[in-house]
């Protein structure tokens, strides 16, 4: 199963195939922006997203952010899955599921649920894969990578 892929606008000295970043929130100079709709509208804040192509366009006179002053570069970005606990008796990889922050009973693993900008009570979620298990108050979990199907 493939993640999402997008296609949006980054800073050149960002544009590198291969790095990471994170958009933690929209800024409101942003959405004055004419680019804004090919830009960040794309992103969801609280997720992280890795660039895989970078797109030379060649324009005379290249788009500069409002915000950094910096060349917009397109790009293709991936958008990563999240890692949540989820109860061993739900885990089943490729399935979807509604993520519920209720089914965490366990305190000390509320530490991994994302914020409410990065997956929203409700969202569908498909589990991808384990990536550990953790025992808390008597009760199984697994560490799960999921997408968001939003």
Same mark, same amino acid.
Do not use: W
């Given at each position: ?14 544009? &590198? #195939?291969?790095?990471?970043? =994170? %958009? ?14 090919? !830009? ?19 324009l005379p006179q290249p788009d500069k952010c409002l915000l950094t002053g910096e060349e917009m570069i397109p ?7 999240? &890692? #949540?606990?989820?109860?061993? =008796? %739900? ?14 009973? !366990? ?44």
């Open positions: 199963m493939e993640t999402k892929k997008i296609m949006t606008l980054i800073g050149k000295e960002q544009a &590198i #195939i291969g790095r990471t970043f =994170k %958009l933690y929130s929209i800024p409101n100079e942003c959405k004055q922006c004419r680019l804004f709709n090919i !830009c960040v509208a794309r992103l969801k804040p609280g997720r992280v997203y890795k660039v895989v192509d970078v797109k030379h366009v060649g790009i293709i970005a991936e958008e990563l899955p999240i &890692i #949540i606990p989820i109860p061993t =008796k %739900l885990f089943i990889e490729g399935v979807v599921i509604t993520f519920t922050k209720s089914i965490i009973t !366990c305190n000390d693993l509320k530490k991994y649920i994302p914020n409410d900008q990065a997956l929203k009570e409700g969202t569908k979620i498909r589990i991808m894969k384990e990536k550990g298990r953790v025992r808390c108050n008597n009760e199984n979990y697994v560490l799960a990578e999921v997408i968001p199907l939003d």
